[in-house]
């Protein structure tokens, strides 16, 4: 079966733009997550969707938002973008949530804001 | 709150000489514990869990909850292990999943 895809997989914006990331999970899995990626501080955790519903949230700014649709498919929004917002932003879908269970992950998007 | 602590960015070792991948972790309950590998080009992809009590690719962890400790150990490394290895950390269901910041391991032919 089909694994997450991200699209697209790379974007270049300027600061202060917004941007607009899409995942879609494997069939199936109703959880996705979304995470940042950067050398210095590893994988930070952004928010986790199940059912439409934003079930967690991590420490980051208003400005980085999501929301799930009925089909589980996933969207990140970041707004007003800043320098320090480039980094790889990988989703991730698992099966009923993150109890045992493992999460697969798709490519990421590399964002780059200049 | 959660944490997860990799102390070792990098982690260079000779083929054939053992490995162990250090992670520690903070958490108030009963915690879910995983290994997650990335090789080079590819997708962050699960390697192994603790509940599962397995050995993946000659690797093994074992969840020792009084030092608080997860460390992934193999007795001989081989050059295809070189890669990215993040420690994780979940709770009860429904709680978000916590990753270290990564440890590189280099294995020199």
């Known amino acids: 079966k089909a694994g997450v895809t991200q699209t697209p997989r790379y974007l270049i914006k300027t600061r202060g733009q917004q941007v607009t990331l899409s995942c879609s999970p494997i069939?199936?899995?109703?959880?996705v997550s979304w995470y940042q990626q950067t050398p210095g501080q590893g994988l930070q955790f952004l928010f986790e969707?199940?059912?439409?519903?934003?079930?967690n949230k991590g420490n980051f700014p208003g400005r980085f938002s999501g929301r799930q649709f009925s089909n589980s498919r996933s969207e990140m929004n970041v707004s007003t973008l800043e320098l320090g917002d480039s980094a790889l932003y990988l989703c991730?879908?698992?099966?009923?949530?993150?109890?045992?269970?493992?999460?697969?992950f798709g490519q990421g998007t590399r964002l780059t804001v200049v | 709150a959660q944490r997860v602590t990799q102390p070792e960015k990098l982690l260079s070792v000779f083929k054939g000489a053992p490995v162990e991948l250090k992670c520690n972790y903070s958490?108030?309950?009963?915690?879910?514990l995983f290994w997650y590998v990335q090789y080079s080009r590819q997708r962050l992809q699960l390697l192994l869990r603790?509940?599962s009590r397995e050995s993946i690719k000659g690797f093994t962890a074992d969840l020792n909850k009084g030092e608080t400790s997860f460390h992934l150990k193999k007795p001989f490394a081989q050059e295809e292990d070189s890669a990215m290895y993040y420690c994780?950390?979940?709770?009860?269901?429904?709680?978000?999943?916590?990753f270290g910041i990564g440890t590189k391991l280099q294995v020199i032919p």
């Open positions: 994780a950390l979940s709770g009860r269901l429904g709680q978000k999943v916590t």
């Open positions: 958490y108030s309950g009963s915690p879910e």
């Open positions: 991730a879908s698992s099966l009923v949530g993150t109890l045992n269970t493992e999460a697969f």
């Open positions: 069939s199936g899995h109703r959880s």
């Open positions: 969707y199940f059912s439409e519903t934003q079930r």
């Open positions: 603790h509940i």
